[in-house]
């Protein structure tokens, strides 16, 4: 009975980790100081082109 247990626990950890393979990837973290800056580029690069 043990060996049974530990063998069921064995595929379970398997199985566990190859559905988070499969699982969708959160995204990269971006701090907040860096959301600023892409954002205020973003704003530049919208703005100058229509400048001209």
């Known amino acids: 009975m043990n060996r049974q247990k530990k063998l ?3 595929f379970k950890e398997k199985a566990k980790k190859a559905s988070a393979k499969l699982a969708p990837k959160k995204p990269k973290y971006i701090s907040k ?3 600023l800056k892409l954002a205020a580029e973003a704003d530049a ?3 100058s082109p229509s400048e001209n």
Request: aromatic share 0%.
């Open 33 to 35: 100081a860096d959301r």
């Open 8 to 10: 069921k626990q064995l």
């Open 45 to 47: 690069s919208i703005s």
